[in-house]
């Protein structure tokens, strides 16, 4: 008898279906949630969590669970980590295969501040920026379920792809814009697709004015503020240039849809699947606006579509995302204008961290680092790890690498073992000694 195929992996990812409603008054949301989980592990799971990232530092807001029922009977589940993780028990157990159902109700509470970190979760000027506004299963791996809570100067989710049908409602007059696809039935009644992506965010603004072009075969959406249509305009223009460099070089974007936002963050810009927000501060004029945009994208190709463990391996995506903003500017300004980031940027940030005793490995977890060096080791310091890559296995075998990378594992999770297999598949070698000067070690 001949063995059966194994199944599409995108065939046993999680169903979303979600119900929102926003309160502008009083700043809060509530919810309704059916979700489809299927252990797509080989083992049989004896627990399963839910992530309430509003209860985390770094959101500073609240979400209660109201109700949550199992295949349709009513559950207790423990309290985790502060109440940012729901652990719910399973018995029997949920063999690899097999399918539940979880109904949940939920209340969200948003922070009218921006003084909470990045105000990445918050209502301020207008503007109400909903990430992760539902509780959302984590990934399963190796080293069981992923749910310590992050530092709040790093990237929090760590999720599989999943598939998003979200019905928002919210006062008529605002604007809003989601990760995926939405289209409004009735005024103050919107409903959206998303998948498959990472999580699902929204934002929500009652001053949005959009530019739009095609690109690639996408659409970019600019949505900007209404006294802010130059620097709108001008965020519009450097997304569809990073979005049609990326294509290009690492392979196509798999969505219909791109949107940059203008959010009051205090971040520079924050990605999203098939969304990322750009802080306000940089729509006067800024010179980093560039910068920002050009990252955020890129991040729809590392993050996105390549996934990979934010919280406890943040070189993956931000290093990677980090160089691939140089690419940009080397591609559009030319290789001595990279140089001159390359080492006015990068290397100088390097050389003071050997300079000050401050150097470590830019393979840790963020939890590893203080804030003031998370950003000089990961994204500088880390960067210079696939310079380093590309200088020694040349332009053509460097870009092959990263174009098999992102077919490999697209919609999936990279690990440093795979990338490090991808670049042995494209040129004989793992080239092992830059990774553990760069990543692994202190690098002098």
Request: net charge negative.
């Amino acid at each position: 008898m001949e063995t059966p195929p194994p199944p599409d992996a995108l065939s046993l990812a999680s169903q979303y279906a979600i119900s929102l409603t926003v309160d502008i008054v009083r700043a809060q949301v509530t919810g309704e949630q059916q979700v489809r989980y299927t252990n797509a592990e080989g083992v049989s799971l004896r627990d399963l969590y839910l992530r309430l990232f509003p209860n985390t530092p770094g959101y500073g807001g609240g979400m209660q669970v109201t109700s949550i029922r199992l295949n349709g009977e009513p559950v207790s589940p423990e309290v985790r980590l502060g109440g940012s993780a729901l652990r719910l028990l399973l018995n029997p157990p949920l063999a690899p295969m097999e399918t539940v159902t979880l109904n949940l109700t939920f209340t969200v509470t948003v922070p009218l501040t921006d003084e909470i970190d990045y105000a990445q979760f918050a209502y301020v000027r207008g503007v109400m920026a909903l990430p992760e506004v539902y509780p959302l299963i984590p990934v399963y791996d190796d080293e069981g379920w992923n749910v310590e809570i992050a530092p709040e100067y790093g990237d929090a989710v760590y999720s599989d792809v999943a598939f998003y049908q979200v019905d928002v409602t919210a006062p008529p007059a605002m604007t809003l814009v989601t990760s995926g696809e939405c289209w409004a039935p009735e005024a103050g009644r919107w409903s959206c697709q998303a998948g498959p992506v990472r999580d699902f965010a929204l934002i929500l603004g009652d001053d949005y004015q959009v530019a739009r072009q095609v690109a690639e075969g996408a659409i970019v959406n600019s949505y900007f503020y209404s006294g802010h249509r130059e620097g709108g305009e001008q965020a519009l223009r450097m997304a569809v240039d990073a979005f049609t460099l990326y294509s290009r070089l690492f392979g196509p974007y798999p969505y219909e849809e791109l949107d940059v936002v203008e959010t009051p963050t205090r971040a520079g810009g924050i990605e999203y699947p098939t969304l990322v927000v750009i802080s306000d501060r940089l729509y006067t004029g800024h010179p980093r606006l560039e910068w920002v945009v050009a990252h955020e994208v890129a991040h729809q190709w590392w993050y996105g579509v390549v996934g990979s463990d934010q919280v406890d391996e943040p070189w993956l995506d931000e290093a990677l995302t980090q160089y691939t903003t140089l690419l940009y500017h080397e591609f559009f300004y030319g290789a001595e204008t990279a140089d001159e980031i390359l080492k006015g940027d990068f290397q100088a940030a390097y050389d003071r961290l050997v300079d000050e005793g401050n150097d470590m490995p830019a393979g840790l977890p963020v939890a590893a680092y203080p804030r003031d060096l998370y950003s000089p080791v990961v994204y500088r310091k880390g960067a210079l790890y696939f310079h380093a890559l590309r200088q020694r296995v040349g332009d053509e075998n460097f870009f092959a690498i990263l174009r098999a990378y992102y077919r490999r594992h697209r919609y999936g999770i990279a690990t440093p073992d795979s990338f490090l297999a991808t670049v042995k598949a494209v040129t004989g070698s793992e080239h092992r000694d830059l990774y553990e000067r760069w990543i692994l070690g202190v690098s002098r």
